[in-house]
């Protein structure tokens, strides 16, 4: 087999034009042959498990004669680039997370949520509320954005009054 061996993460369309993410490679307890574990990539979740042999093989074209592709599964190109381009869409929501998780105190994380409110977003106000236990219950991102604020503000009262 001179075909790549599917990586964990790694999206394949399948010669019918389904796609599927690859979750693991794992080895089968009956013949002890390499086998690829796969889910659907897109509308309802399901889990699949195929000989890596089988999953990499040439498709039967007498058999499918109008098939676009010449394997079974192939490698998207193009999921990869949507990865990316997703990923520089995120960049800044992501450096900004890492950025608010390593803030030590809650008047820091204040400091820091109004010196960036303008490019905080839905994913970052989950990625915060969660890493501090707070169970968010608004709509909008500005009522969750003002939903922690006040949260914060008040932990950060409680605290000062604590320690003396």
């Known amino acids: 087999m001179d075909r790549r061996i599917p990586k964990k993460g790694d999206i394949y369309r399948h010669f019918k034009g389904r796609k599927y993410r690859v979750l ?4 089968c307890t009956e013949t002890g042959e390499d086998m690829v574990i796969f889910e659907t ?3 309802t979740r399901r889990v699949f498990a195929s000989f890596l042999e089988t999953f990499l093989s040439p498709l039967d074209t007498s058999k499918y004669p109008h098939a676009e592709q ?10 990869k680039d949507s990865e990316l381009l997703r990923l520089k869409r995120h960049g800044n929501t992501t450096s ?8 030590n105190d809650n008047e820091e994380r204040i400091q820091f949520l109004q ?28 009522e969750r954005y003002a939903a922690l604020m ?3 503000k008040t932990k950060s009262r409680y605290e000062s ?4």
Not at 24 to 27: F, H, K, Q, R, T
Not at 161 to 164: I, S
């Open 161 to 164: 009054r604590r320690l003396r």
């Open 150 to 152: 006040r949260f914060l």
């Open 96 to 103: 900004l997370i890492l950025e608010f998780l390593d803030l």
């Open 41 to 43: 990539a897109e509308g």
């Open 70 to 79: 010449k394997y079974r599964f192939e490698l998207c190109r193009d999921t």
């Open 24 to 27: 693991d490679i794992a080895v």
């Open 115 to 142: 010196k960036h409110q303008a490019e905080i977003d839905s994913r970052f106000l989950t990625a915060a509320s969660e890493s501090l236990e707070f169970v968010e219950n608004s709509d909008t991102v500005e």
